[in-house]
């Protein structure tokens, strides 16, 4: 609607905000610029302001306004606010997870697998079934570790100028320590 005041645009930065599945998203701060644009666009929808104006102006998608929009009639601005992080509650809770990883810190072979002593999905996801009687997928497995912290660690290629084939999600080895990127060395240094 022309003449009317046009709330100020959100921080820089927003739009450049991503959430990840693996325990990364928004600080605490990029969480109320979020809640400060969809409070922002809820003041348009009462003013009456175009869908793809107000995208324009807070830097957001047209889909996302007009969600937004949905969300505010039927509920008022209560309805734009956050609804927490997605996904299903974790099947273990934290003096269990406190167990799974003293388990897994004593070794395969303390917890029945002696012949070598990798950590895979597999054996993780059959490590909690028999500790807590709880069922995971592999890749539930993994999520589960990322979220509490354990990645992935991978050896180093034997032949720097080779990288092996990744390895399959089934088969990764679990520590503590983050995935590091293997370069080759600069040609022109021979």
Not at 101 to 123: N, S
Not at 131 to 147: K, M, P
Not at 149 to 168: D, F, I, K, S, V
Request: aromatic share 6%.
């Amino acid at each position: 609607m022309c003449g009317s005041p046009v709330p100020p645009r959100p921080a820089a930065g927003y739009t450049r905000c991503m959430r990840y599945p693996d325990g990364g998203g928004l600080t605490a701060a990029g969480k109320a610029r979020r809640a400060t644009v969809r409070l922002q666009a809820a003041q348009m929808f009462a003013q009456g302001t175009d869908p793809a104006q107000i995208a324009s102006l807070l830097q957001v998608s047209t889909k996302s306004v007009y969600a937004w929009r949905r969300a505010w009639r039927a509920g008022g601005e209560a309805a734009l606010a956050s609804k927490g992080p997605g996904g299903s509650p974790c099947k273990l809770d934290e003096d269990q997870l406190a167990e799974l990883h003293a388990a897994l810190d004593a070794g395969p072979a303390a917890c029945g697998w002696p012949e070598d002593q990798r950590w895979t999905l597999a054996r993780t996801a059959d490590l909690i079934s028999r500790l807590f009687h709880v069922s995971y997928t592999l890749r539930g497995v993994s999520y589960l570790l990322h979220r509490t912290g354990l990645t992935p660690r991978r050896t180093p290629p034997a032949n720097p100028w080779h990288r092996p084939p990744p390895t399959p999600p089934h088969q990764q080895i679990l520590g503590q320590t983050r995935l590091t990127s293997h370069q080759r060395p600069d040609p022109g240094l021979s």
